[in-house]
Nanobody, 124 residues
Framework: QVQLVESGGGLVQAGGSLRLSCAAS????????MGWFRQAPGKEREFVAA????????RYADSVKGRFTISRDNAKNTMYLQMNSLKPEDTAVYYC?????????????????WGQGTQVTVSS
């Protein structure tokens, strides 16, 4: 069973930046689509960004397009989320997840393994 561990969250002022990391155990990281999701208090978990197994293809939620960048380093079994121009509405727990799919999927049901999450708080 794969283990996913997020890091890099914290408290930042509006307009600032953070870089999240997701470290995966196991030897099959490079075979999977990976994604970032987030959940704010009182709200449902939502899609943020996803990346293909090779890193060549990405998808973003409209709310983060142009501000967030997803990437991965298969040699390090690690995925990243660079978050710039952060807004208070980006405040949430951010989760990384793995999808056993060939195309970049964005629905929660397509992802079979999840990390524990890292808190991102953006102050106004």
């Amino acid at each position: 069973q794969v283990q996913l561990v997020e890091s890099g969250g914290g408290l930042v002022q509006a307009g600032g930046s953070l870089r999240l990391s997701c470290a995966a155990s196991g030897r099959t990281f490079s075979s999977y689509v990976m994604g970032w999701f987030r959940q704010a208090p009182g709200k449902e978990r939502e899609f943020v960004a996803a990346i293909s197994s090779s890193g060549a293809y990405t998808r973003y939620a409209d709310s983060v397009k142009g501000r967030f960048t997803i990437s991965r380093d298969n040699a390090k079994n690690t995925m990243y989320l660079q978050m710039n121009s952060l807004k208070p509405e980006d405040t949430a727990v951010y989760y990384c997840a793995r999808a056993p799919q060939y195309i970049v999927v964005i629905t929660i049901a397509e992802y079979d393994s999840w990390g524990q999450g890292t808190q991102v708080t953006v102050s106004s």
